[in-house]
T-cell receptor, first 115, second 113 residues
Framework: DSGVTQTPKHLITATGQRVTLRCSPR?????VYWYQQSLDQGLQFLIQ???????AKGNILERFSAQQFPDLHSELNLSSLELGDSALYFC??????????????FGPGTRLLVL | SQKIEQNSEALNIQEGKTATLTCNYT??????LQWYRQDPGRGPVFLLL?????KEKRKERLKVTFDTTLKQSLFHITASQPADSATYLC????????????FGSGTRLSIRP
């Protein structure tokens, strides 16, 4: 158990809908990362937050947004869903030492299926 | 842009042998490199981190080397066991932002009894 929790574990929805994925980092970690993993794409970095502020952005679609709240949990919002958004979405957390190696601890993931 | 290459073909080896996985990268010189293990449907799990000034790092049956001239890391599992079967990912800090961790596509390792 990494100490990172994600809810829900599974999500089935229809195209055009909007969903929210939730992540609670390990106790003491200030950084939260979101990744998308689909069969043909590998693990793709979406976005990182550090102590409530956006720190780094990857290839995140405009239909996707995220935020980190004062209690450090994070939410990833996916809207206008398309079939191609079906994937495993992972959250990871790290201590967040500036300039230091960032070993990440991953949650169990949310499996999203868009029908 | 930076690129990470791992052998996309699965590696199948006999139990007890040493498994060697390769990670090649291009276009920049990272300060460190990490290896993660991922089981099907689960999140990656951190295994080892090696810094640019370290040639080799060991942890139990695992060994990682880091050749900054060749821009390559090798990941070895000695005395392999069926329980070592998984996908192994290498990861580097991003070129434009060290906060980003970029993962390779992974190599699937299967250890047969």
């Amino acid at each position: 158990d990494s100490g990172v929790t994600q809810t829900p574990k599974h999500l089935i929805t229809a195209t055009g809908q909007r969903v929210t994925l939730r992540c609670s980092p390990r106790s003491g970690d200030l950084s939260v990362y979101w990744y998308q993993q689909s069969l043909d794409q590998g693990l793709q970095f979406l976005i990182q937050y550090y102590n409530g502020e956006e720190r780094a952005k990857g290839n995140i679609l405009e239909r996707f947004s995220a935020q980190q709240f004062p209690d450090l949990h994070s939410e990833l919002n996916l809207s206008s869903l398309e079939l191609g958004d079906s994937a495993l979405y992972f959250c990871a957390s790290s201590v967040g030492i500036a300039g230091g190696p960032e070993t990440q601890y991953f949650g169990p993931g949310t499996r999203l299926l868009v029908l | 842009s930076q690129k990470i290459e791992q052998n996309s073909e699965a590696l199948n080896i006999q139990e007890g042998k040493t498994a060697t996985l390769t990670c090649n990268y291009t276009n920049y010189s990272p300060a460190y490199l990490q290896w993660y293990r991922q089981d099907p449907g689960r999140g990656p799990v951190f295994l080892l981190l090696i810094r640019e000034n370290e040639k080799e790092k060991r942890k139990e049956r695992l060994k990682v080397t880091f050749d900054t001239t060749l821009k390559q890391s090798l990941f070895h599992i000695t005395a392999s066991q069926p329980a070592d079967s998984a996908t192994y990912l290498c990861a580097l800090p991003g070129y434009s932002s060290a906060s980003k961790i970029i993962f390779g596509s992974g190599t699937r390792l299967s250890i047969r009894p």
